[in-house]
């Protein structure tokens, strides 16, 4: 019983209603104000800030794409796209005192149920017939702030696990405001872990502005460098805590197709093997742990997925703690790798970010990442229907 | 006339000893200085200390690796390196006031001259005879600090120029203190590409250690993450500043095979195509810069490698700002982008940092980078004796 073609976004967030006027009624970043469009004073835009200072005053928002279902299904048609995975979009619920991220989380984590169970039947995934499958699924939202309590946390995991909808957590990187290489969080892994959910680990801090200099660049170098930094580090400190030795069910996917991490892999994987503090610590070499992630799609070029691609397929290889770089003399053996490492890529659009300035039918934000999974040199048919949809219907238990 | 198959190290640093004599005198860091052994109390054993607090009380240092030419040369005849083009070390001059950055720079230009002329003679690097060459060469120093005048940093450069054995300078992020997209730095610019002279651009800040929270990891998230970071942002404030625009004959050589830059530059060009303050400044779409820039061949891996090359390759179909990702549906296809992309790739080994835990004949730090150089798949033995001496001794202009 195979599954059908279909191409399933898994990287694709939304402002729920609740959460839209919450940032409505805010004097502070993160909120949604308005102001007249520029040259045009009598016309009235809402503008996103996520954070302070940023450029160009934030983005401009609207029901269109940010909240409205019937618009994220539209979004979805246009591009043919089946099913979304949905997630609430930073900075979730990072700026709220503890009990109110409490409250928050779970009333969201109501709304997104509705917002995904109220969508079109899709019917079967598997070509053999079965059970219909929903156009919409949903990541949900932990309490996870300064000052929260563990137990409220683990409740609220419990309450996903509950939601049929609901397949994991998107989660930032600041857990109770410590990192999530916190050794306070090992409950909440172990949580995760025994209920399947995956974790999507996605960014929102980048890295202190101040490496950006003065110069004006708008959003590029936060966006292009500072979020795939921050996954980047919050990875590694957890590939350093041990997590993923102590929770091997852990099922985590990288936002931006893991950042620098494939990148820096093997870099990383010879720094721990000359630092005395750290070298004895992990079971495994570093490179080794790609194997037991999974990462988006979103990276926007053939090479570099095709790069990851190869990277996950090597973990294997790299189980000795202080193995050194393999031989791989032939395109066909690096094919190979990637083959393997194609069973742990998922596309994604990063919707409704990325707009483009000018109208179009077709995101280019959406059209360049399909394309780059099309092109990836030793991807045949079957990884690309795997990494389109195939992996996403296995690894969020849809099937 | 063909060159010889030589193995030139072109990412290899020294402090020489008048530099050693300036860190040794200070009370802060960068500073060397004298400690017990922990549990031999009678011993004592230098340390270096490049960033206050660093953990572990810095790094072990001692002339046997650090100063000593004769030692550096030994450490070559044991891997079998035939050239190095040795440059000092991080912080440089970054600490100094501008005078004596300036002065400082004009002694250890000479002092390394003298380093470098003083060297055995490797012979004619050409098949076909020649003048002999020597075994160092190197990369001076410029002093480039807040409040430098910029007419001694072009003095220095002039002075430079006119060693015989300097064939470009080291240079870090920072410039007159405004990070390398200063404007003030284009003359600069300008006269190190009218002196055909190679910038290899060195990290040493990394980024803000608050990103790296508590727990105790040693030096490897600075190491292994924040080096390439700060890399990656300075050469991308360099492209979006169109400093590479402005100066085409610049030859700037990126340290760890260009840290995030080629994984993440797919992800830029999207980004600055979706900004409206960037978008229409850029001559070419950011993926075509990498084909105008040099990268050392410090990446620990194999596919790292492959992946870069295929970046660089790839530049040129990236003429034109706004163009999407380019169809490479082959393995035959991508071998081709990775053999045009090896003619910009140097081997190196960053001695004598990664010095090995245990005794050992030979560093695995640049075992493995050899190892890796020899395994890329797509590289045959043209593109292998290119990537480990035949580029340097072009792009350094030893023949």
């Known amino acids: ?87 609430s979009a930073n900075p979730w619920l990072d700026f709220l005192p503890a009990s109110e991220a ?82 306070e969080l090992e409950p909440v892994w172990g949580e995760i872990e025994r209920n399947g959910l995956v974790v999507f680990l996605h960014p929102h801090y980048g890295v202190p502005s101040s490496v950006y200099g003065g110069r004006a660049n708008g959003h590029v170098l936060p966006l292009a460098l500072g979020f795939p930094f921050e996954t980047t580090i919050a990875i590694t400190r957890l590939i350093l805590a041990g997590v993923l030795d102590k929770f091997p069910s852990l099922k985590i996917m990288l936002a931006h197709s893991g950042g620098a991490l494939p990148a820096l892999s093997s870099r990383l994987a010879s720094c721990i093997d000359h630092d005395p503090v750290v070298a004895s610590r992990l079971k495994h070499n570093a490179r080794y742990y790609l194997g037991r992630l999974y990462f988006d799609a979103v990276a926007y070029g053939p090479e570099e997925l095709g790069f990851v691609s190869s990277a996950i397929g090597r973990s294997s290889t790299y189980d000795d703690p202080s193995a050194s770089a393999s031989a791989i003399p032939s395109l066909e053996s690096e094919g190979k790798l990637r083959v393997l490492g194609s069973s742990r890529m998922l596309f994604g659009t990063d919707h409704p970010f990325f707009p483009p300035l000018k109208a179009t039918d077709k995101w280019k934000s959406v059209t360049e990442n399909l394309a780059a999974i099309n092109a990836v040199a030793g991807w045949g048919d079957e990884e690309i229907e795997a990494v389109c949809g195939g992996n996403a219907l296995r690894i969020f238990d849809l099937v």
């Open 102 to 183: 409490n409250s928050l989380a779970k009333e969201l984590n109501e709304d997104l149920e509705e917002f995904c169970s109220s969508s079109p039947d899709l019917g079967s995934p598997t070509s053999g017939g079965g059970p219909s499958i929903k156009r919409l699924y949903g990541l949900g939202l932990l309490p996870l702030v300064s000052e929260a309590s563990l137990s409220d946390v683990l409740k609220v995991i419990t309450q996903i696990s509950s939601l049929p909808h609901l397949k994991g957590v998107i989660m930032g990187t600041q857990g109770l405001g410590r990192g999530l290489d916190d050794e």
């Open 1 to 87: 019983m195979s599954t059908r073609k279909l191409l399933v976004d898994v990287h694709t967030h939304v402002y729920l209603p609740r959460y839209a006027a919450y940032l409505r009624a805010r004097a502070v970043a993160p909120r949604i104000f308005s102001r007249p469009v520029p040259g045009e004073p009598d016309v009235e835009e809402d503008r996103l800030l996520i954070l302070e200072n940023e450029p160009s005053g934030g983005r401009p928002v609207g029901p269109q794409v940010y909240w409205d279902k019937s618009q994220k299904l539209a979004f979805m048609n246009r591009h043919g796209i089946d099913v979304s995975v949905v997630s």
